[in-house]
């Protein structure tokens, strides 16, 4: 295997000893999104947890063998992700991913974006509302929280990231070439499939140190208009 790229020793140092937590919806966003990210941060303790397909027999186990290669913790819940995508409780999403992080302060968390990352999938809407009402309340113990910073026009071409991202970072090709394996390997999605094709080589974020920054950009959209 290919080695990944050299990640400066005073960065790994920086991140020693400290956590981080990516919550998804499902199993294969934490790569879609933030993959690289994870890849080129190993000395931070990650725990990535997903909100629902605990019991799916396929990507259960596929969601278990990509946290061993990127050397993090996850748990998955099993909230409703059936076809119809119907609203789930909003405190029933909130507790379960209360639940899914308890116990644990982090240095950096990670979610969805408030529109999530493409048109569109309610799920990824949902779980970003909660992880930023839940920083609002102090019921998540986090010094940062980012958003993924993704568009699609509208269904016009593939995600890419939205030109008001507070960060974005062109991964290097090792890098990239290991998240594109992660999703045609261990996810065993085809070259030719929307996630393998989707994965951006660019990842872009929404950065913030207050709730108060994050609770605004997640505003329902009438709210930002």
Not at 7 to 14: A, Q
Not at 82 to 95: I, K, M, N, R, Y
Not at 152 to 160: C, I, K, M, T
Request: net charge negative; proline share 6%.
């Amino acid at each position: 295997q290919k080695a990944m790229t050299r990640i400066p020793l005073n960065e790994v140092r920086s991140d020693l000893g400290h956590r981080a937590a990516v919550v998804v919806a499902h199993p294969d966003d934490e790569t879609l999104w933030c993959g690289g990210y994870i890849l080129t941060h190993p000395g931070l303790r990650w725990r990535i947890v997903t909100l629902c397909r605990a019991v799916d027999p396929d990507r259960a186990p596929k969601f278990r063998r990509v946290l061993e290669r990127l050397g993090a913790e996850g748990e998955m819940a099993d909230l409703d992700d059936g076809p119809d995508q119907a609203p789930l409780p909003f405190e029933h999403v909130q507790e379960t991913t209360a639940r899914l992080l308890a116990g644990t302060g982090y240095d950096l968390v990670l979610t969805h974006g408030p529109r999530g990352e493409y048109t569109r999938h309610q799920r990824h809407e949902e779980c970003c509302r909660a992880v930023v009402d839940l920083w609002r309340s102090g019921r998540i113990d986090t010094k940062r929280l980012w958003l993924f910073a993704y568009e699609d026009g509208g269904r016009a071409y593939l995600p890419r990231v939205r030109d008001d991202a507070d960060r974005r970072d062109r991964l290097a090709d090792d890098v990239w070439l290991e998240k594109r394996r992660l999703i045609t390997d261990l996810y065993r999605f085809g070259p030719d499939s929307w996630e393998a094709q989707a994965a951006p080589r660019e990842e872009g974020f929404w950065c913030f140190d207050s709730a108060q920054a994050a609770v605004k950009r997640a505003a329902p959209r009438e709210q930002q208009s």
